[in-house]
């Protein structure tokens, strides 16, 4: 079973690519152990100033449970660390300002690099949601998505990612959509206004999250999933 490594990080403004650029070469340096911990990059984005806090950027990690142990491991343990981890993660503090990680559990629904690759999934611009749920209520928000949202999502071109549970914050769920063109965001936006079917999701939506986080991310230079025009 895959799992993601979901990282928001606060960069320092202007650097948002050359710190992508940074984490991509971790994992491809000459010489580093390998350890049993290789992942893949999911996506990486920068959020647009338009919805929220910025400069962030958002990078995913396609894991196994055994590979994301086995990389945490080398980070922490003592004698056998990766100090070559440790030595990107000094030079690099120009480049960022903090952040903090969660470990994502994809619906059942949700493809992997591989099948999202096989689907054509991509996008100029993606919408990321976090959303803050009452406790327990996760597996059913996401089972309504699927079955209610979706549907009416595609009508407008928006592409899911992927939804997921969030390890250990059984409160949260995260998803992210694909959108291959600004329209594709302003027309379904647009449209709850007077579309009766996606004014009874949003209306589910809003009363049942406590919180939600939406930004609106630019997909970086190496990201699978972006379009570069």
């Given at each position: ?9 606060r ?16 994992g ?7 350890g049993?911990?290789?992942?893949g990059?999911?996506?990486q ?9 910025f400069?962030?950027?958002i ?12 990389a945490?491991?080398?980070?922490f ?30 619906t ?20 990321h949601e976090?959303?803050w ?11 309504a ?5 979706l ?9 899911l990612?992927?939804?997921?549970r ?5 409160r949260?769920?995260v ?6 063109h ?7 936006l647009?449209a709850?206004?007077?579309d ?5 999701w949003f ?12 930004l609106?991310?630019?997909p ?7 379009i570069?025009?």
């Open positions: 079973m895959n799992v993601y490594l979901h990282e928001i990080m960069t320092v403004p202007g650097r948002e690519e050359a710190y992508m650029a940074s984490v991509l070469s971790v491809q340096r000459p010489g580093r152990p390998s049993g911990d290789h992942h990059q999911l996506g984005f920068r959020s647009a100033e338009t919805s929220g806090m400069p962030l950027v990078n995913i990690w396609e894991h196994t449970w055994q590979s994301q142990a086995a945490l491991h080398r980070q343990a003592d004698v056998d660390r990766d100090r070559g981890m440790e030595d990107w993660w000094n030079r690099n503090l120009h480049l960022r300002r903090g952040g903090y990680d969660r470990i994502l559990v994809p059942a629904y949700t493809l992997d690099s591989a099948g999202l690759a096989r689907a054509g999934v991509c996008g100029r611009v993606f919408l976090i959303l749920l009452p406790l327990g209520a996760a597996d059913d928000y996401l089972a998505l699927d079955q209610q949202f549907p009416l999502a595609r009508r407008f071109d928006w592409q990612v992927g939804a997921y969030v390890s250990q914050r059984p949260q769920a998803v992210l959509f694909a959108l291959r600004w329209s594709d965001l302003a027309r379904l647009a709850r206004v007077d009766a079917e996606l004014q009874r209306d589910y939506r809003d009363r049942l999250a406590v919180d939600l986080h939406e609106v991310l630019l970086g230079r190496m990201n699978p999933l972006g570069r025009d």
